[in-house]
């Protein structure tokens, strides 16, 4: 199998996939594929669902609102990678965009908006993630599709936590350590990590997370980071020690 072919074009699509489907494009499909892509009646295009890997699929029955894909060979198995939660207070909308599609990229498994004290943006638009984690799935080759989920405040999220999974606080007030070594401290296994909004944590929400018993509070080193610089940092951290980069 190839480890990825970036020459060709990929989309993704939701319906199961598999030697000798047929797969009907939406309407905003096809007219990528047909109007901005050119693609012709017979050419390939690279499809996924997150689901069954990747396949290889040529155009059939193109027309100018609609059109079909067959499924012809399956060129990469479906991958999952490590199981990271990430859980963020959102931003204002071009920085959530690019915070969204870059941990996306990092490999977590599903994403959490989280509405603290401090949190700025004034309503969350669950749909324009889902778009922004598809978007970044298609132009980087990643076969695994992170969940996406509406947005909770602290307080709920915390009380329904499963105990069982650590969750990684970055906390700005922690005293600095390496992070490095911190981490390694850390069972192996299914994580969450733990972004907040760019006015940061209240002295309330920081003294209520620190005193839980499954809460590691993380330093990210001697310089205050924008929340979206942040969880790029943090996230590579943890691919690096207890992920899928070791």
Not at 5 to 24: F, M
Not at 99 to 105: D, F, N, R, S
Request: hydrophobic share 45%.
């Amino acid at each position: 199998m190839a480890i990825h072919d970036s020459s060709s074009q990929r989309l993704y699509v939701t319906a199961p996939l598999g030697t000798g489907i047929d797969v009907t494009l939406s309407e905003d499909q096809a007219h990528y594929l047909i109007n901005v892509l050119r693609l012709k009646q017979g050419q390939a295009v690279l499809i996924f669902n997150g689901r069954d890997g990747e396949w290889r699929a040529v155009m059939r029955d193109a027309r100018k609102k609609s059109a079909t894909l067959h499924v012809e060979q399956q060129v990469r198995v479906q991958t999952t990678g490590p199981d990271i939660a990430y859980v963020f207070a959102p931003l204002k909308r071009s920085r959530l965009d690019y915070m969204v599609q870059k941990a996306t990229e990092l490999g977590v498994a599903s994403l959490h908006p989280v509405i603290t004290q401090h949190t700025i943006a004034e309503r969350v638009n669950v749909e324009r993630m889902k778009a922004n984690v598809i978007e970044a799935a298609e132009q980087c080759g990643i076969l695994r599709v992170p969940a996406v989920h509406d947005p909770l405040t602290l307080d709920k999220i915390l009380s329904a936590w499963d105990s069982s999974r650590p969750l990684i606080f970055c906390n700005e007030a922690a005293e600095y350590d390496s992070p490095i070594t911190k981490l390694q401290k850390i069972p192996q296994g299914p994580l969450a990590v733990l972004i907040g909004p760019e006015g940061g944590f209240s002295d309330k929400e920081r003294a209520a997370l620190c005193a839980l018993p499954f809460v590691h509070s993380l330093s990210l080193g001697p310089r205050i980071m924008r929340a979206d610089t942040a969880a790029v940092a943090c996230l590579a951290l943890i691919n690096a020690t207890l992920g899928d980069w070791r």
